[in-house]
């Protein structure tokens, strides 16, 4: 699928941003909705009407279908599903090699916390509670042979698995990745107050007064601009209900993970979505490592460094 280049973005939205700007005095708050890999998707435009942002609506959903194609699980014909059938990818999309760089980065960062390897393991608990079965401790260990990013390259020729029986999963990155796109794009067509929340937030302007107001878990309110917040959460999804088994392995061993829903702010959604995916895995301590990455929790008090 072509991808939805800045130029053409702002080609086809120029009229559409100049009528808006006449009309955000007004404050009107144009809305979309939307699905797109595995999550709902919500957009709000301040500044300009309904129909106005009809075009942009419009092209953002053709850059939806564009990212699913690469890095959808459930698409046979995605890139990434490609590359976990073939254990190569050859000539990868430059937002493939780009979003799998920003993972290497936080891989390193986290030590290992953030590895996204870990799919084969989702595989093998999903498979065993299809079959009405637990899965024995030999099965883990000869998956986890195959666990570990390090044993993956990338270079603009191909994409390679060094070891066999691996799989990548980016579920805890492309959603993040598809929320900054978004917000990339509608930031180039000339909008100011965005928020976008493609199963993760970014959200950027002023909104309708100071800020945007969005809920993180426990019902609290934060107040977001210029920021993207992800969140986190082991038992969010169960791969086996029976066993208690939730959706977010740890690349470094077995132990269950045992804090609840994590907040990362950070300017960049992909950043914060790793980045939280590997803090419900990590003690506090261990959270420091997160510094570096200019990644914050978000605790009882706000946003903390």
């Not at 939205?13 to 699905?35: F, H, K, P």
């Not at 809920?215 to 029976?242: E, F, M, Y």
Request: glycine share 10%.
């Amino acid at each position: 699928m072509t991808r939805l280049s800045r130029r053409r973005f702002i080609a086809m939205s120029a009229a559409t941003i100049a009528a808006g700007r006449a009309s955000a005095a007004g404050r009107e708050t144009a809305y979309w909705r939307g699905q797109a890999l595995g999550a709902r998707v919500q957009i709000a435009l301040c500044g300009i009407s309904q129909a106005e942002a009809a075009p942009l609506f419009d092209g953002l959903e053709l850059e939806l279908l564009r990212i699913e194609s690469l890095f959808s699980l459930y698409r046979t014909d995605s890139a990434l599903a490609r590359l976990n059938r073939d254990q190569i990818l050859r000539n990868p999309d430059p937002a493939m090699l780009h979003l799998l760089s920003e993972a290497r980065a936080v891989f390193t960062a986290t030590e290992g916390a953030f590895d996204p390897t870990v799919q084969p393991l989702f595989d093998l608990h999903a498979r065993a509670f299809a079959e009405g079965r637990r899965v024995g401790a030999d099965e883990v260990q000869q998956v986890r042979r195959g666990v570990g990013f390090d044993h993956v390259s990338l270079s603009p020729q191909a994409i390679r698995f060094h070891r066999a029986g691996m799989a990548l999963t980016l579920n805890g990155i492309a959603q993040g990745y598809a929320t900054d796109r978004l917000a990339t794009l509608l930031k180039s067509a000339g909008l100011r107050d965005i928020l976008v929340n493609a199963g993760e937030i970014r959200a950027l302007g002023d909104g309708q007064g100071q800020g945007w107001t969005v809920s993180v878990p426990g019902g609290r309110a934060l107040t977001l601009k210029d920021q993207a917040i992800a969140t986190s959460d082991v038992s969010g999804t169960l791969v086996d209900p029976v066993a208690g088994i939730g959706h977010i392995f740890d690349p470094r061993g077995d132990a269950p993970p045992t804090s609840g829903p994590v907040s990362i702010c950070h300017d960049s959604a992909a950043i914060a979505d790793a980045a939280s995916t590997a803090a419900v895995l990590m003690s506090s301590p261990e959270r420091d490592l997160l510094r570096p990455l200019g990644a914050k929790i978000v605790g009882s008090a706000g946003i903390r460094s």
